[in-house]
C-alpha cells in the first residue's frame, strides 16, 4: 500500500509526497510535530501539516538566511535567533569563528527535542556552548532587549498561531530596539506567488520599510515550499545588502556552501517585476 503526504498549500493547491514511513507524531501545546521519512526529500518535519524542513533542500533556505547577512557584515558578533526549532539556522551561524554568541528563542521545545532525535544533521549545533537556548515567546522575550544584537534572525512559522505576533509592526519595532547601530534583521518573508503567502509578504515588508531605513526583499527557489518561490526580509539601520556587500572578505573565510555565493547573493535582490510593484519597492 502506497503512503503519501499531502500539504495543502492553497485551498486550490496540494502538494504530496510519497513516503517510506511515518516516524514520529506528536502533540505540543502549540502545534502538531510530525517526522516522515520520504522518497524524494528524505526526513522531514512538518509543524501542523505544513513542511518546515526537509534533509534534501534544507540547505537552500538556512545559506539564504544566514549568510546573506553575514556576507554584509562578516564581523556580527551577537546574534539572536528567534524560532529555528529545527537548529539548522544555528548550526550555519556556527561556522563563523567570530561569531561569539546565540541566543535562540523556540517557543515549542518539543520541536527541538525532535529536531534532535530524528534530525541530526539539521540540529547537530543546539548543544554548542556558544549557544543559550530558551523555551520561550520570541514577542515577549525581544520586549527589554536594547542595542544588543547585531543580528536577529526571524526564522518563523507562518503568520498563523505561536508566529502570528512575529510579523507585526509592534515586534519590529523591539527588533529595531534590540539590534545595534549596524544591525542586521532577517526573516523568512512568505512568497508572492499564491494569494495567502502574499498578502503576508506585502504586509510584513510594509512594516519593515515604515521602521527600518534600509529594507528589502531577496528570493530563492525551495521545493518544497509553496510555490517554490520563497521571499526573505532584510532589514537594517545603516548596511545596503548589496552596496555594503562585502565578496572578497566573505569569499576569504572560505565556508563553503551548496547553495549561497556572493554572486547569486547579488542577484537573488533582483526581484520580478511583479515583486517589485507589490512590495512597491521601485529602485533596489
Ligand atoms: N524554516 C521554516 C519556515 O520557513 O517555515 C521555519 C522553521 S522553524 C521549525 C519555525 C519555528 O518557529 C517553529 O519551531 C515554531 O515553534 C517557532 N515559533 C513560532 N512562533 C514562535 C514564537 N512566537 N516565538 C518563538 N518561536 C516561535
Not at 529555528?84 to 527535542?113: A, F, P, S, W
Not at 519595532?173 to 544591525?183: K, N, R, W
Not at 512568505?190 to 503567502?197: C, F, G, H, K, M
Request: contains cysteine; proline residues 4%; negative net charge.
Amino acid at each position: 500500500m502506497e503512503l503519501w503526504y499531502t500539504e495543502e498549500q492553497t485551498k486550490n493547491i496540494r502538494f504530496s509526497m510519497k513516503i517510506k514511513e511515518h516516524l514520529f507524531s506528536g502533540k505540543s501545546k502549540f502545534q502538531k510535530v510530525d517526522i516522515f521519512d520520504s522518497y524524494e526529500f528524505g526526513k522531514l518535519m512538518t509543524l501542523d501539516g505544513l513542511v518546515m524542513v526537509t534533509e534534501k533542500d534544507e540547505f537552500i533556505y538556512h545559506d539564504m538566511i544566514v549568510h546573506t547577512p553575514m556576507a554584509v557584515n562578516p564581523n556580527m558578533k551577537q546574534v539572536l535567533v528567534i524560532g529555528g526549532g529545527d537548529g539548522g539556522t544555528v548550526r550555519e551561524l556556527l561556522r563563523y569563528d567570530k561569531i561569539q554568541h546565540i541566543d535562540m528563542v523556540e517557543i515549542d521545545k518539543m520541536v527541538c527535542d525532535v529536531a534532535k532525535n530524528y534530525l541530526p544533521t539539521l540540529s547537530c549545533g543546539l548543544n554548542n556552548p556558544k549557544v543559550a537556548l530558551y523555551y520561550e515567546d520570541g514577542i515577549k522575550f525581544i520586549k527589554d532587549k536594547k542595542n544588543k544584537y547585531d543580528l536577529i534572525i526571524i526564522d518563523s512559522t507562518d503568520p498563523i498561531g505561536p508566529g502570528e505576533g512575529l510579523f507585526t509592526y509592534e515586534f519590529y519595532s523591539d527588533c529595531y530596539m534590540a539590534l545595534t547601530e549596524d544591525g542586521i534583521l532577517v526573516n523568512q518573508n512568505e512568497s508572492a506567488v499564491y494569494e495567502d503567502n502574499r498578502v503576508e509578504t506585502v504586509r510584513a515588508t510594509k512594516k519593515l520599510k515604515e521602521i527600518f531605513p534600509i529594507a528589502k526583499v531577496y528570493q530563492a527557489n525551495i521545493p518544497t515550499y509553496p510555490s517554490g518561490h520563497w521571499l526573505f526580509g532584510f532589514a537594517s539601520k545603516k548596511l545596503h545588502p548589496l552596496k555594503d556587500l562585502q565578496s572578497k572578505n566573505w569569499n576569504n573565510l572560505n565556508i563553503k556552501t551548496k547553495y549561497y555565493n556572493t554572486d547569486l547573493h547579488i542577484g537573488s535582490f533582483a526581484l520580478p517585476n511583479y515583486i517589485k510593484e507589490i512590495i512597491s519597492d521601485g529602485n533596489v
